[in-house]
């Protein structure tokens, strides 16, 4: 994994001092991998990270530290979470890698008996706002999984103390740091694809969502299935789309200026409160459209973000690339040739006026073509390498947040039935 990682990161370097000024632009973060290591080996030069929130997410980003901890000369000093079973859990993966951190059970209490350097925040999404908040106001960097916050006010609130203590806050969205999302901006940035008319996302998955609860415990119920209650989440919107608005506003180099949405509850009836399926359109000045779906009851089309432009197109999921003008298959060159020769003779005059314009059967081609990535990985060693430096580009910060703004937004867009603009107090 390691070779894959460097060839991963010997990407982002050449892409930092070979991209055009709008990659650069629209990708500043890109430079941090463009400047030699910082990273000392000696125990001064090391940077200390706790973990609150040790779930799955907060367990998967542990093993892309594990492989960062030698080269980058990163520490896990403490591991935090209110639930038992996970803090083990962490704690064992930690053994195996001949790592001790120091186990809490309150956030509060490991601010005070730690000196870190920074945190990453991977609790459920209505914690992440007071945790953060604590976390710059006591002089520690913060890495936090997206969305940003469970309200639009938290969401502010964040962004405004962020600004007070001149902390990184750094949110989760990965993809600003994925080899084939950057290489496709930099197309779509330098006009590859012509005038940007349309983008189209969505993420579809069958299953319930739903994870075991221990003992079937009732009052364990909303506290493992938290993304199901709107009290902690919006469900697909939050967990889901958060990461797709913010590829639309990367690719745009701008934010919405209204939406309007749908959704419902119409296959899992089991008691949850948020929508098992949505749609939303965020329109843009311009004239540009986003439009959104997602659902969980039916996963053939699994998730994309498609940018379309006059020229071309582009899926960033599947990496593929696509020109309006594809280079005509072997076969309709020789009817071409046998036309041009006169071999058919007189053609046939009447019949249908009209052909369905049915998906064009062109297969594309790579945005890049190694695509043994993990976008996890490099983004944490971009924060490792900004906490070395003090600071982080602020247009990451402005990525986060416009992201989960907006995101927030198209909820109240669903509950109202109203096509809604934002709020002067929340620009930022």
């Given at each position: 994994?390691?070779?894959?990682?460097?060839?991963?990161?010997?990407?982002?370097?050449?892409?930092?001092?070979?991209?055009?000024?709008?990659?650069?632009?629209?990708?500043?973060?890109?430079?941090?991998?463009?400047?030699?290591?910082?990273?000392?080996k000696n125990p001064s030069d090391r940077v200390r990270l706790a973990i609150i929130g040790t779930g799955s997410r907060g367990k998967h980003l542990m093993l892309s530290l594990f492989d960062l901890k030698e080269t980058n000369n990163l520490e896990i000093a403490a591991l935090c979470d209110v639930y038992p079973p996970h803090l083990e859990e962490a704690n064992n993966m930690c053994k195996e890698q001949d790592i001790s951190p120091v186990l809490y059970t309150n956030y509060e209490e490991l601010l005070n008996k730690e000196k870190t350097d920074g945190v990453i925040i991977a609790t459920p999404l209505h914690q992440h706002a007071h945790i953060a908040i604590d976390c710059m106001k006591a002089g520690v960097h913060v890495f936090c999984e997206k969305s940003m916050a469970r309200t639009l006010d938290e969401s502010k609130a964040m962004y405004d103390t962020h600004l007070a203590t001149s902390r990184i806050l750094h949110i989760g969205h990965q993809r600003l740091f994925n080899p084939i999302y950057l290489e496709g901006m930099q197309r779509i940035h330098r006009g590859d694809l012509g005038q940007l008319g349309q983008l189209r996302a969505y993420w579809h998955r069958n299953n319930d969502w739903r994870r075991p609860v221990p003992n079937n415990s009732i009052e364990m119920e909303r506290f493992i299935n938290w993304r199901l209650y709107k009290e902690y989440s919006a469900g697909l919107l939050t967990e889901l789309m958060s990461h797709q608005i913010q590829v639309a506003n990367w690719a745009l180099q701008k934010t919405p200026v209204s939406v309007t949405g749908t959704g419902s509850i119409v296959f899992w009836k089991d008691g949850r409160e948020v929508n098992d399926n949505v749609a939303l359109i965020y329109s843009y000045e311009d004239g540009t459209q986003f439009i959104y779906d997602s659902m969980t009851s039916n996963k053939k089309y699994g998730l994309e973000e498609q940018i379309m432009g006059h020229k071309g197109t582009i899926e960033f999921?599947?990496?593929?690339?696509?020109?309006?003008?594809?280079?005509?298959?072997?076969?309709?060159?020789?009817?071409?040739?046998?036309?041009?020769?006169?071999?058919?003779?007189?053609?046939?005059?009447?019949?249908?006026?009209?052909?369905?314009?049915?998906?064009?059967?062109?297969?594309?081609?790579?945005?890049?073509?190694?695509?043994?990535?993990?976008?996890?990985?490099?983004?944490?060693?971009?924060?490792?390498?900004?906490?070395?430096?003090?600071?982080?580009?602020?247009?990451?910060?402005?990525?986060?947040?416009?992201?989960?703004?907006?995101?927030?937004?198209?909820?109240?867009?669903?509950?109202?039935?109203?096509?809604?603009?934002?709020?002067?107090?929340?620009?930022?």
């Open positions: 994994m390691q070779d894959i990682i460097q060839s991963r990161r010997e990407f982002l370097k050449k892409l930092a001092l070979t991209g055009s000024v709008a990659t650069l632009a629209a990708s500043p973060w890109l430079n941090a991998f463009a400047q030699p290591s910082t990273a000392g999921e599947t990496n593929r690339y696509y020109t309006e003008t594809p280079p005509p298959a072997p076969g309709i060159l020789q009817l071409i040739n046998d036309m041009e020769s006169g071999f058919f003779g007189k053609a046939m005059v009447g019949g249908a006026s009209w052909i369905p314009e049915t998906a064009v059967k062109y297969n594309g081609e790579p945005i890049i073509e190694n695509t043994d990535f993990y976008d996890s990985t490099l983004q944490l060693e971009g924060f490792a390498k900004f906490i070395r430096a003090g600071k982080a580009p602020e247009s990451l910060t402005r990525e986060g947040y416009n992201a989960s703004i907006w995101t927030l937004l198209g909820e109240i867009a669903i509950e109202t039935g109203e096509r809604l603009t934002l709020a002067d107090k929340y620009r930022i």
